[in-house]
């Protein structure tokens, strides 16, 4: 059994199966890309970016790309597929605590399926990053659980609605290891800095 949402994810992304759901940049982020256009953003941050869905996306559309996550094997395949595309962007391995950027770097920083996972704490030490890399006038997409969520309340409680599931199903992404997801009231979440 893993012991950390790192592993949990290294070991899904070292799968073809594993990746297989993760591939296609979400509509939601794909139909931000005029909006990101309109307002001349140019430097973008995937933060937890997996296996590279949507940072690949924002590549191919001319934005200059940071993309970090804390699981090696999703890295790798986000690389390989920068290479096999011919597409530039800058890839590593780091923490959603402490993010490696100067104040004020991006016009735009997208955390989908991340900043959830820990305890409200958590959430907010990454909601503070977050502000402080982006732009004055950048923008902020990211989510949240939901506590509609289907999973919310499985698990032992670790501190208000805060949950430690021990299973790790294989199709679904609101419970894949064990490590805590708070959930909220809203399933999405977008600020302007």
């Not at 191919?60 to 970090?68: K, L």
Request: charged share 20%; hydrophobic share 45%; aromatic share 10%.
């Amino acid at each position: 059994m893993v012991a950390t949402a790192v592993e949990a994810w290294d070991e899904r992304w070292a799968t073809p199966e594993g990746r297989a759901d993760w591939l296609v940049p979400h509509p939601a982020v794909a139909g931000l890309v005029p909006v990101l256009k309109a307002r001349g953003a140019q430097h973008v941050l995937d933060l937890g970016c997996g296996v590279g869905r949507h940072a690949l996306y924002f590549a191919e559309h001319g934005f200059a790309v940071e993309a970090i996550d804390g699981a090696a094997a999703g890295l790798d395949f986000a690389c390989r597929e920068a290479a096999a595309r011919d597409l530039r962007l800058s890839l590593r391995q780091a923490d959603a605590d402490t993010l490696p950027f100067s104040d004020e770097s991006f016009d735009y920083v997208l955390s989908w399926n991340v900043i959830f996972h820990g305890t409200m704490g958590d959430v907010g030490r990454r909601l503070a990053e977050i502000w402080r890399v982006l732009k004055p006038g950048g923008l902020f997409q990211g989510t949240m659980l939901s506590k509609r969520d289907v999973q919310f309340g499985r698990g032992r409680a670790i501190a208000p609605d805060t949950f430690i599931r021990a299973a790790i199903p294989r199709r679904t992404h609101t419970s894949i290891a064990t490590w805590p997801a708070l959930p909220c009231s809203s399933p999405a979440l977008s600020f302007c800095r």
